[in-house]
């Protein structure tokens, strides 16, 4: 891989990066209007309210920009780029197709992934921390409770596809991928979706930004550009474990469409998997945080152990 390769595919995942959050966000929107009857999301600029997210970002971007006088002012500063970067980077490891199709493709592509996943947490607890505000702190720290009790079930999870495959590398998990894994490996697509729906702080699981309890946890000191930065991040986590799952269980590029073609497939699981997402978002009322921990450590976490002996098995039994 000479230099001008490595630019293009660095400059091709961050136009990814810079435009796919966009439009999952937009398509949040839309989606939500229609399945709870809201008008206002509709309106902004003619048809359809096109202008929507522009009005948003143009909204953003005119917001004062105010860091608290009792806070920890540059880790305060840098706690939304800490959350936002590690999905870029975790981007450039995904396999969108076949012969190379990858930004870097990283022999133990997996555990990468899902660890770099992890680092995003830190950014909350920097902002929680930072902010001077004890409501926020409690947010902070509740969002990495929250990763530490749903990071276990999705490596379970994880590690069932890894076992089936006989790899740790992304693509090579897809190049292994056959049909039938869909049935057997549904346990823990569903363990992998929704501990990664719990890491995001996505509805039902968003108890770390409860406003009738904590306001709006780690982010609610900040404002303008900052906070635009935390949603983004959001939208963005959305489009990385939408995108994982569709590598990891749904074969990827694997599909009705030509090899050529199979960049397609695979971006078209992505975005029905973020319409799940945004779905279950306007479906379930929130877990109270009790109900939310007992749901990792008593419903997910034990349906990981039984996809992996469940793969354990039928390895040995193919074999």
Known sequence: MN???????????????LTFPLIIGQTEHKVMAHMQ???????????HGWA????????????????????DRRVFQLAPAVSLLPYLIVLLA???????????????????????MGVG???????????????????????????????????????????????LSLPGIVDAFEWYWIPWQAIGAFV??????????????????????IIFGAYTEYTGLRFAFF?????????????????????????????DLGWLWTVLKTFALAFVVIWLRVTYPRLREDQLMRFAW???????????ALTGVIKVAIS
């Not at 012969?99 to 770099?116: E, M, P, R, S, T």
């Not at 992998?192 to 309890?213: K, N």
């Not at 008593?298 to 992996?308: K, R």
């Open 3 to 17: 230099l001008l390769d490595t630019l293009l595919r660095c400059a091709a995942a961050l136009v990814v990066f």
């Open 37 to 47: 009857g809201r008008l206002g999301p509709m309106y902004a600029g003619g048809f």
């Open 52 to 71: 929507q997210l522009v009005a948003d970002g143009v909204k953003f971007a005119q917001k004062e920009d105010i860091v608290p006088a009792g806070a």
């Open 94 to 116: 995904i396999p969108v197709g076949p012969d190379g199709f990858v930004g870097q493709a990283v022999d133990a592509g997996l555990f990468f992934v899902l660890a770099v």
């Open 121 to 167: 947490v830190i950014g909350k607890l920097m902002a929680g921390w930072a902010s001077a505000n004890k409501f926020s702190l409690l947010g902070g720290l509740r969002t990495a409770a929250q990763l530490m009790s749903y990071e276990l079930p999705m490596v379970l999870a994880a590690a069932s596809v890894a076992m089936a495959a006989g790899t």
């Open 192 to 213: 992998f979706f929704t501990a990664g729906l719990a890491e995001l702080q996505r509805p039902p699981f968003d108890m770390p930004v409860a406003d009738s309890e």
């Open 231 to 259: 949603l983004l991040s959001e939208y963005a986590g959305i489009l990385v474990v939408s995108a994982l799952t569709a590598v990891l269980f749904l074969g990827g590029w694997h599909g009705p469409l030509p090899d």
């Open 298 to 308: 008593t419903v997910l976490i034990p349906l990981a152990l039984v996809q992996l």
